[in-house]
């Protein structure tokens, strides 16, 4: 079973930078879309942004120009940088997987969740 191990949350002011990682627990593993999502307290999870394979970016619009998503195929990893952060940011983030496991296709994984806290 692959695992999604997060780091990087923390405590940053407004206006602040942080940089969120997750890799996988195995490498070289067939991954198709990865991505971060957030849920703040009493909130759905959303997504926050996701990058192809190839290296598609999206988006979520409250994000864009602040954040910016990338990845290394080579050690099945994603990473966020979120910059100008906003008090509104404030949630766990979790990051997301599509991994491709034989016979079964590509399966949705997630990790952990890190706290991200942005005070004002």
């Known amino acids: 079973?692959?695992?999604?191990v997060e780091s990087g949350g923390g405590l940053v002011?407004?206006?602040g930078s942080?940089?969120?990682s997750?890799?996988?627990?195995?490498?070289?593993?067939?991954?198709?879309?990865?991505g971060w999502y957030r849920q703040a307290l009493g909130k759905q999870r959303e997504l926050v942004a996701t990058i192809t394979r190839g290296g598609s970016t999206n988006y979520v619009d409250s994000v864009k120009g602040r954040f910016t998503?990338?990845?290394d195929n080579a050690k099945s990893a994603v990473y966020l940088q979120?910059?100008?952060l906003k008090p509104e940011d404030t949630a766990v983030y979790y990051c997301n997987a599509e991994v491709?496991?034989?016979g079964l296709g590509y399966r949705p994984h997630w990790g952990q969740g890190t706290m991200v806290t942005v005070s004002s």
């Open 100 to 102: 491709y496991k034989y």
């Open 13 to 15: 002011q407004a206006g």
């Open 22 to 34: 997750c890799a996988a627990s195995r490498k070289f593993i067939n991954i198709n879309d990865m």
């Open 18 to 20: 942080l940089r969120l």
């Open 82 to 84: 979120m910059d100008s």
């Open 69 to 71: 998503i990338s990845r």
């Open 1 to 4: 079973q692959v695992q999604l």
